[in-house]
DNA sequence: ACGTAAGCGAGACGGTACGTCGCGTCTTACC
DNA sequence: GGTAAGACGCGACGTACCGTCTCGCTTACGT
């Protein structure tokens, strides 16, 4: 019964979780690349000053904050079945910070971060293309193509979803992701 | 027989481009967030109290640029059969201007104009869902979810094609992007 | 019955007179450092490369002003008959023309103006008090002293005198002035 | 026992001085409407957005120095016997600060700063004039024409003496004054 | 009276200063 | 040691004037 590193001084879990939860509040309102320094400060009262004693600037505190959040997201490898629990995980995970991601993937978004969203889904995606092995039809994309195709439109299928105010649980969300990516991956319908 | 409304003072045409062409430099240099007025001017050799004569803010110089170029690559409504020779239309397009939509659809990109992008190529597949009709399956998802589904994806995989050096022709990307989307669509590989 | 130079292009004429009244009123309105060539113009409705292809700038506009209105000011040699018709025509001139007067006397006026005044009232005070001859008094300071003193002097009362509305007429003021001058002047007053 | 309020970070007192010091050395140079923020920052090694951290604008930064200067001018209330030490002391002021005075008084000056000097001045002979109780003279000015008459006498007689490199000691221009304003303010020689 | 040279309007352009804002660094004092 | 307070240098922003410069139109003048 450990817990050894993570005890860290009472004041600064505060400012750091206070700091973070100012920029999500903020970015929500108006958008990651409107939100400032100062913005985030006051929000939180915190000085300026210590800001910087934590975070080199917004991007990352961004960063961090992602950091923490994507381990939620990140199953434990034992429990990972790979497409199915997973991106149901996945999907409820998004729903929980649904504004964040609303704005973070939109127009108002960080290009970076949702690239990285978007690598991290093609990660997902990667160990069930390998299982098709070669492909028959000489006609067929690369992979990396395909990953990035099949990435790009979850990302783009979520997106929509939150600006749409999730039409449909996480659960509804996830067959109808389902459908399209089988199709697209090429996996013929059971 | 003159050419009724088009002539515009040459210095100003002069002006116009060559701001144009300092922007799309810069950017495919450093990104668009870290381009600066001050940047585009002094590339273009233009006075910065002139750059604001023509331009809002570097985003309205973005958008011209854009409104221009966007022209070129809707084709004449006469000669679009859909998606047959718009799309290799579109690809050569943005093989013309491969660093430019390289960057600006990357991580150092810009949101809005990646959305806007997005919107362009989802416009282009409306048309052809709206043939499908009423969707048999009852677990198919909305027409608007696979708009924004398939238009994601076509965005993802032009941008993997930009930046891996344009592997294959426009034609050979084509014929990919077909295939992929043919799946995605729903319709039956004949 | 000549008039050999003077006439000039009516558009010329008109140009010249409506910038003018527009520099007046302008400076009435706002001082005379918060006029810009830009308001000029736009009050005149004239073009501002047409202001320029007149005065080099709004001093220089001032300047002929003066110099015109001036004229007004100076009566002819002959009929110049020293301290006391002099100096009426000048406060009637100045009534005429209070309003600028005020303003290009006072806080917001022009510091070269108000010393271009002061040396014009300063040299029709230099015949008189050259006839005094060398002073019987060894304490009595210099000439040039005296002159700027009194100059000063009565260009500080003009400017009482327009700030306050002009109480009393130009006679009035004349004499008061005198009666002040004639002490400062160590004249015996007759 | 320690000296409460006055303690201010070193700092702002260094910034605050230096930029004085270059506001009245580029006044001197090339007048005071010539001088820029920026020529003040440069001369003083300070930065731009620094100078708008303490002052408003070059207007602002010459009334606080005026007032701070002013201070030293005012005598304290119990060694003011006034039109006699008060005026000696003024003038040894305006001697230290010699080259100031002569350029914003003179033609490159600001004319309210002109305008307050005079004023002060004024309140220095308001007490003196009060004094004289009724005029006797049916023809004698108002109170405040003679005020404005003699406070603008004054300057301008200090404007002369600076632009003359200060011909006699402040002393011997004190006596002067004092004979010039004895026989303005009706006083009886004796 | 009328053709023509001028005056003029329109406006692009390069400059320069303005005042504001946000950044990241630093020092000092407090707790 | 963490924090508040805040001075400072830096640099971009968008605006406002300045003075110069074409380029056509129109208009008063002189023959």
Redesign the pocket.
Known sequence: MQNPVEIE?L??R??RTTLQRALIELTVEKGFAAV???DICERA??????F???Y???YDLLDQYAAEVGKLTTPAPSENDGLHTGPLQLLKHVQQFADFYRVMLGQNGDPLFTQRFRENIAERFRYLLSLQGAPTDPNTPPLEMRLNYIASAVVGAILWWLENDQPGMPEQMGIWLRQLNSAALGARPT
């Open positions: 001084d004041r600064v505060r400012t400032t320094v100062r009262m915190v000085n300026r000053s210590t910087y004693r934590h080199i600037d917004k």
